[in-house]
């Protein structure tokens, strides 16, 4: 089988991130993919990847956070956001969430640059 660069995407706009096997059971781990800063978290059979940045000092650490109440919890002040998609438990808006897919022991995520006008 061939593996992509990982820094090329997939024909669906997928990258290539690790092996499902580099991941610790609820213990986060950083990339960046297409530029952007993510987290990802492994839950039993599941991934979830999030945008690394919190939204409340614009940190860098949502990697670096504990899961509780299917929740990651923001290690320095403990806003929490929901792992299946980013959002405050209350349902506001809270990160950016991206689709995770995995294909023979490979993690793959689709993450779109956020495009800004000035
Ligand atoms: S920086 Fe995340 S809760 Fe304050």
Known sequence: MK???PSEPDS???F???KLSDLKEKQGRKFIVNEVQIAVFKIGENVFALNNVCPHQHSAIIYDGFIEDDCIVCPAH???FRLTDGKLPSGSK???SYKVKILNEFIWIKVI???FNW
């Open 12 to 14: 669906e706009d997928f």
């Open 3 to 5: 593996f992509l660069n």
């Open 94 to 96: 809270g990160l950016d």
């Open 16 to 18: 290539q991130v690790c």
């Open 78 to 80: 403990g806003w929490k």
């Open 113 to 115: 640059q956020k495009k």
